[in-house]
């Protein structure tokens, strides 16, 4: 049997890992399909998203592992913004990435890692698709507080955020307040400038890292007058800083390309 090869190149950042693509590459095919094969961890490549990379413009389509599309991923934008380097199809070492969520800026540092303009959180509720705003809401015991920075993200500050968070943290996705569901991030706070956090995905479930969740949790912290505007943010592996400047987000971290090779279809 004759089976199709398509490229593939995997990235991780923070251990958050996916599955990057062109989309010259994909053309034909089912995005949603092909996101759920590849990123299955038994008989795919194994993977939390899939990446596919479109150009002219630079845009960044973004898929969970469950084939759910979504609108921005921060860890995935760095690995997106990596793999055009590695490429060759971006020159400059700061550029404009698309996104479901809009333009987003991106920098490549002196030390290799990256730098993203996040953008500012969005609390009205029309954003989220609550039928209320959700600012300080208990629901099953947990204190939330829901936006969308990025994509759509509940805070939940905790004592241990390394914990086992997979029961609250499904329980609070898909409580039916959200009817979009919502990512859960489990936030502890060390000191003025250092958190730990753990999220709980939607469309994924619990990852080793979410940068659009860290982007929150950082907010939150600042917001509610716990941190300053500059955090170091401890995941289970690895850490992102977080720079708030005037009510601005800016992401810096690793990414990693892992392996380069074909998949057969
Ligand atoms: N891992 C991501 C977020 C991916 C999207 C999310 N699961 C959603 O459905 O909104 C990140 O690093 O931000």
Same mark, same amino acid.
């Given at each position: 049997?004759?089976?199709?090869?398509? #490229?593939?190149?995997?990235?991780?950042?923070? +251990?958050?890992?996916?599955?990057?693509?062109?989309?010259?590459?994909?053309?034909?095919?089912?995005? #949603?399909?092909?996101?759920?094969?590849?990123?299955?961890?038994?008989?795919?490549?194994?993977?939390? +998203?899939?990446i596919v990379v479109c150009t002219d413009p630079l845009e960044m389509v973004y898929y969970n592992q469950d084939g759910s599309r979504a609108p921005m991923c921060g860890n995935g934008i760095r690995c997106f913004s990596a793999f055009c380097l590695d490429e060759g199809l971006v020159q400059d070492q700061v550029f404009d990435v698309e996104t479901m969520a809009g333009t987003k800026t991106v920098a490549r540092l002196q030390d290799g890692t990256f730098r993203v303009m996040m953008g500012q959180p969005d609390f009205s509720r029309e954003t989220i698709g609550t039928p209320f705003q959700v600012d300080h809401y208990l629901l099953n015991d947990h204190e939330i507080t829901s936006f969308f920075m990025g994509t759509i993200h509940t805070v939940v500050f905790t004592d241990n955020a390394m914990g086992n968070i997979e029961i609250p943290g499904s329980e609070i996705c898909h409580a039916s307040l959200f009817p979009e569901q919502t990512n859960v991030n489990f936030v502890e706070v060390v000191d003025s400038g250092h958190l730990r956090v753990q999220t709980y995905e939607r469309g994924c479930g619990v990852t080793l890292a979410c940068g659009t969740g860290v982007c929150a949790s950082a907010y939150q912290a600042w917001r509610e007058g716990l941190t300053g505007p500059h955090v170091d943010v401890e995941l289970r592996r690895g850490s992102l800083h977080i720079d708030i400047e005037d009510g601005t987000v800016f992401m810096s971290g690793p990414a990693v390309r892992i392996m380069k090779g074909v998949f057969y279809l």
């Open positions: 049997m004759n089976r199709t090869e398509l #490229p593939v190149t995997k990235y991780h950042g923070c +251990g958050n890992d996916f599955v990057i693509v062109h989309a010259r590459d994909v053309q034909n095919l089912d995005w #949603p399909q092909l996101a759920v094969a590849l990123c299955d961890r038994h008989t795919g490549i194994g993977a939390d +998203g899939f």
